[in-house]
């Protein structure tokens, strides 16, 4: 037993509160009697006190208990441990040495350490001058006092307005130190501890003790890392920080960065005088950003980095694109001259284009250590901060693509501003995927542009938080604050927090506290809001000109040097300029490397079936997993050069049933010893079910089997959400959980051999709509052959990530020229479930499409230039097969564009919503082959054997939207499992239900599946099948929602265009404007929806709306 814990000790224990206390008391005396004589000291000098704490920088000083004489508390018994850090009882500790001197085994090997190094040493060693054990402990905690708090004296308002208190924690006086003491020597090592503390270093004085101290963590950078709870990653950073000696650059270093900051700032003054009234959104009173980058950006390749994605806002962008990324001087000087658009691709899509600065790129270029290294500057939006998820995606996506297992090759770096980092909200969205399985990127770096104003705000009004990077401390993220007129500190921390990344793999910030020289923009006034700060800005020397004069003084560098430097930048720059006026942009830099052979909006492709089979079906049943992708992949190469020699794609994808099978076979088979739950394993006995009799095909089934043709095809196949991965209506089960051993299972990471495991992915994400839909937007734009899926709980809270939709999905290609075929499912439907879960809000992605509608497109027969015109496509499924087809339709052809489906809920196990295996195939004959094969349906025809010409018709009823609760059914598999109402209808369903019950066979229905691009073709079709039907709109959702307002325009302009009236004769059948998306009140629900199936299906004419 341990001498502590016997109950000797613990008697003794009960006392040591009331002794701590008698010792304290001493203690505090003596402490009194030794502030009294300080006075003068450097290092133990008493501050005016500051009556609040500020969350900005202002003056050093010291808080007020650091005026009180010490006084330590006794510490409750509960409390007490053998830690050697706190320090609890002098009484316990002289009990515990005793039983040590006597016996070195009779402690505990902390305490044996701890007495080894310490009394050991001051007994022995004749350099420690009577060091006590109460005087090491006190020197402990004055170590980590400044580990701790040490930043909060640090030097880094380059500005010096700090006004902040130091703690009183940081006072050698408050541990009873004088000035007697500052040459007395002293050992503080401990016991697996690194840096001032290790073992290994060697006895100092107070005062070396305290001037390494001060340099280290009081100096122009401050650590934040003691909220890491990691001994190892706390040790790894001291080690990096408790230097012996101060860290100094040899002069071929600082040469370097001395020649990086010269082109920061010479970029932004070149701006300043060629075009003075441009807005630019200059980087001056930040320009040590850019050596800083440029330093990171070497030692990660040094470390393995391949590859950087990068995304930033307006602050300095250009100057990053200028000199990180390099993207060429001329061509950033002719964008700013307003000769922006590629003269030689004249009538080529080029989109509405974007501002400057806010323009993408991506370049490779060499290092400072002779590597290479690809740098992707992410387009962005002027929302602040929404690009950070995007560029995680594209990161992960890119560590897929290059296998990128250990995650050191591929690296996202984001640079924020000080208000936004701590305003918005997708910062903490972000910064919460990075250590999930599915959407870590082995952490992310973030450099803070912290310029201490976002637009006119002080950032007392703008954040609660000390600093503004204290939301990535949820992350135990180290945070180096670093005053941005050092640019060698700033270099220093940004070298550091490569290799924190290189090394924990986690995210780590770098918080440049720094200044705007200027307005917001250049155009803007600052001294209108912050004219105290403006007042010492206007005198304020420049970073270059601060590390100028240091370099001089050192006498490392000349005034010769410098001038030459300088000429040698002016020059360039100048050059550059000159050959700007006849700058021709090449190329448009279309696609990044994956994309080329994709087509811009303007060439045609055409679309394939996507009925299901490739030449090369039976492929991966044979081979390894690799061998088969590498077939493949040659296999795509050669369709796409293909495809461009002829139209004729079709033969490639004819279907053979019994591939279905094969692969339908994968997904539903469970290993032998699996116990699934009892539900699961009837849903899985059905599936197989289903795809053994080639009937009844349901929802979950079709989505699965689109995912394993896709995968069997080579593709990756990527589906994330909030529990996507049973599906928040319980239908998917794509991943089964073993009942008793917990287990998961995942068939569709079994449709190949040997399949990769990340080939397929279905991942639950973070509880985030913004963040998560921004990563699968990211990820998606990497690589044209993989179909990424952001599914939403409920259609409704996509809204939650509507910057995500406005600011890029709909308009990406458009501003940006990048494509994307990013899937989105929103369920959607009336089904009584109240306001919040009824409506995906189609009416708003309506109208966010940018067709004309009052102009009929062209129709070419392959209707791909209708689709390849629009920004996006927007549709409304309501059969397995359709969904099965536009799914597969996102990669069977040469574009990429933004997919949303309306999905279901209520339709997911409707007993009619049912497809047979033949329509997923492509053969002819087969149900669902017409004249151009089996592919997707934009319009679903009537279902009755109508033939080209109807005339007997007298209404022709158009309907799209999910549908109600008249048809209740339950399958006992999850009657229990949900609380959801289970079955349903589509509206179409009820409609057709109605038809029946009133024998109404003058009458057809048709569903229109793909909302935009709108059909006209079809719909035209069917009008002249029906000349004399009355025509209806049929919606569920209240007039001023739903498709109503987008659909009658173009039904209109359809109708015109064959003499078959005007808007006046589009008859509206649906639920009144409604300001809340649909009723709480069930009963209210059915009688809505009754009624207007009934009217739908009523025997006289339709009045409304006029
Ligand atoms: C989401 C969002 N809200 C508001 C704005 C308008 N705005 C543009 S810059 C800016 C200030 C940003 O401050 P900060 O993050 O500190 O960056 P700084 O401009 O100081 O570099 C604001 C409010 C915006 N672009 N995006
Ligand atoms: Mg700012």
Not at 162 to 179: C, I, K, M, Q
Not at 586 to 614: H, I, M
Not at 653 to 676: Q, S
Request: proline share 5%; with cysteine.
């Amino acid at each position: 037993m341990k001498i502590h814990e016997s109950p000797q000790v613990f008697r003794e224990l009960r006392l040591i509160g009331m002794t701590w206390f008698k010792a304290a008391s001493t203690v505090a005396k003596l402490a009194v009697r030794r502030n009294l004589a300080q006075v003068g000291s450097y290092y133990l000098t008493r501050t005016r006190v500051l009556p609040s704490q500020s969350r900005y920088f202002r003056s050093t000083v010291f808080s007020s208990k650091a005026q009180a004489a010490p006084v330590p508390r006794p510490v409750p018994l509960s409390r007490l441990t053998d830690s050697f850090l706190d320090g609890t009882s002098s009484v316990y500790l002289e009990e515990l040495q005793r039983a040590w001197e006597a016996d070195p085994d009779s402690v505990d090997e902390s305490w044996d350490n701890f007495f080894r190094n310490f009394v050991g040493q001051a007994t022995t060693s004749p350099g420690i001058s009577g060091q006590t054990i109460q005087e090491s402990m006190q020197l402990l905690l004055l170590v980590r006092a400044y580990q701790v708090n040490g930043h909060m004296k640090a030097k880094l308002d380059p500005l010096r307005l700090e006004e902040r208190e130091v703690p009183d924690d940081l006072n050698p006086a408050l541990y009873g130190f004088s000035e007697a003491d500052l040459d007395r020597e002293f050992f503080i090592g401990v016991w697996r501890m690194a840096g001032f503390l290790s073992e290994n270093r060697p006895v100092q004085t107070l005062r070396a003790i305290l001037t390494r101290l001060e340099q280290a963590y009081c100096g122009s950078i401050g650590y934040e890392y003691m909220h890491i709870a990691d001994r190892e990653k706390c040790n790894w950073l001291r080690d990096k920080i408790e230097t012996p000696t101060p860290r100094q650059y040899n002069q071929q270093h600082r040469e370097v960065i001395l020649d990086r900051l010269i082109w920061s700032t010479q970029f932004e003054n070149f701006l300043a005088t060629k075009w003075t009234a441009a807005k630019r959104f200059g980087l001056e009173g930040g320009e040590t950003l850019i050596p800083g980058m440029k330093e990171m950006f070497d030692r990660a390749t040094d470390l393995g980095v391949e590859s950087i994605v990068i995304g930033m806002s307006h602050r300095g962008r250009l100057n990053v694109l200028g000199n990180v990324v390099r993207k060429s001087l001329r061509q950033i000087f002719s964008e700013f001259s307003g000769g922006t658009k590629p003269v030689d691709e004249v009538g080529l899509y080029t989109g509405t284009g974007d501002v400057k600065y806010h323009l993408g790129t991506s370049y490779d270029r060499p290092t400072k250590g002779g590597k290479q290294i690809h740098l992707s500057l992410v387009a962005n939006p002027s929302h602040l901060e929404a690009v950070d998820p995007v560029v995680v995606g594209k990161t992960r996506a890119k560590q897929y693509y290059f296998n990128d297992v250990e995650r050191k090759k591929n690296l996202g770096v984001l640079i924020h501003g000080d208000g936004s980092f701590a305003g918005q909200g997708v910062v903490y969205e972000t910064l919460h995927l990075s250590a999930l399985p599915n959407y870590t990127t082995g952490g992310t770096i973030h450099i803070v542009v912290n310029n201490q104003v976002p637009f006119t705000t002080d950032p007392n009004a703008g954040r609660s938080s000390q600093y503004c990077t204290d939301v990535a401390k949820a992350l135990n993220a180290p945070i180096f604050h670093v005053n941005g007129d050092d640019v060698e500190a700033v270099v220093h921390v940004c070298e550091l927090a490569a290799e924190w990344r290189q090394t924990f793999h986690s995210d780590v910030v770098v918080d440049i506290v720094c200044y705007r020289r200027f307005g917001h923009n250049e155009i803007d006034e600052p001294s209108l809001t912050q004219p105290k700060m403006y007042q010492i800005i206007r005198n304020h020397p420049s970073a270059l000109q601060i590390y100028e004069k240091k370099l001089l003084e050192s006498g490392q560098v000349t005034q010769e040097d410098i001038d030459r430097m300088h000429h040698k930048v002016n020059s360039i720059l100048n050059e550059e300029f000159m050959n700007s006026k006849d700058y021709i942009p090449k190329r448009r830099d279309w696609l990044s490397a994956y994309w080329s052979g994709f087509k811009s909006p303007e060439q045609l492709s055409r679309v394939r079936n996507t009925g299901y089979v490739r030449l090369v079906y039976r492929l991966p049943l044979l081979l390894h997993g690799s061998l088969y992708l590498l077939i493949t992949s040659l296999y795509m190469v050669f369709s796409i050069v293909w495809s461009y020699y002829t139209e004729e794609t079709m033969v490639f994808h004819r279907v053979k049933p019994e591939i279905l099978k094969n692969v339908g076979k994968a997904i539903t088979t469970l290993p032998d010893n699996f116990k699934p739950h009892r539900a699961v394993k009837k849903i899985f006995e059905q599936r197989a079910q289903m795809i053994e009799t080639g009937e009844g095909i349901d929802w979950a089934a079709g989505e699965a089997l689109a995912f394993a043709t896709l995968l069997v095809e080579g593709n990756h196949v990527r589906l994330s959400g909030q529990d996507v991965e049973r599906g928040t209506f319980s239908h998917r089960h794509s991943v089964v959980h073993d009942q008793e051993t917990g287990e998961k299972y995942c068939p569709l990471d079994h449709v190949l051999l040997n399949q990769n495991e990340e080939m397929f992915t279905v991942s639950n994400s973070s509880l985030s709509e913004f963040g998560v839909l921004g990563f699968e937007l990211g990820y998606s734009m990497e690589n044209p052959n993989s179909l990424v899926i952001w599914e939403a709980q409920f259609g409704d809270f996509a809204n939650g990530a509507q910057v995500i939709f406005d600011q890029f999905l709909s308009s990406g290609e458009s501003k940006w020229l990048r494509q994307t075929g990013l899937v989105v499912l929103l369920p959607h439907g009336y089904d009584g479930q109240g306001p919040e879960h009824s409506s995906a809000r189609l009416e708003r992605f309506l109208q966010m499409s940018d067709d004309n509608p009052y102009v009929i497109p062209e129709m070419d027969p392959t209707l791909v230039k209708q689709i390849q015109e629009c920004n996006w496509q927007i549709v409304n499924v309501t059969t397995p097969a359709n969904y099965f087809h536009v799914l597969r339709r996102q990669i069977h052809r040469e574009f990429r564009k933004p997919l949303i489906v309306m999905s279901p809920k209520n339709l997911l196990r409707h007993k009619d919503c049912k497809s047979n295996l033949s329509e997923f195939d492509d053969v002819q004959g087969h149900p669902g082959f017409d004249k151009q094969g089996t592919r997707f349906k934009r319009l679903i025809k009537d279902q009755n054997d109508h033939s080209d010409l109807e005339e007997g018709i007298r209404r022709l009823v158009l309907c799209s939207g999910k549908g109600t609760l008249k048809i209740f059914y339950k399958l006992d598999i999850d009657a229990w499992l949900l609380d959801l109402p289970l079955g349903g209808s589509h509206v179409y369903y009820e409609l057709d239900e109605e038809r029946k019950k009133i024998n109404g066979k003058d009458i057809a229905i048709c569903r229109v599946e793909q909302l935009f691009p709108f059909p006209y073709d079809l719909i035209q079709r069917e009008l002249k099948r029906y000349p004399n039907a009355e025509i209806v709109w049929c919606q569920e959702e209240p007039m001023n929602m739903g498709a109503y307002y987008y659909i009658a325009p173009r039904l209109c302009t359809a109708m015109k265009a064959l003499g078959r009236g005007t808007m006046g004769d589009i008859k509206y059948v649906g639920r009144a404007p409604s300001a809340a998306t649909a009723t709480g009140f069930y009963q209210v629900h059915v009688k809505e929806q009754t009624e207007l199936v009934q009217k739908a299906m009523q025997t006289e004419p339709i009045k409304y709306p006029y």
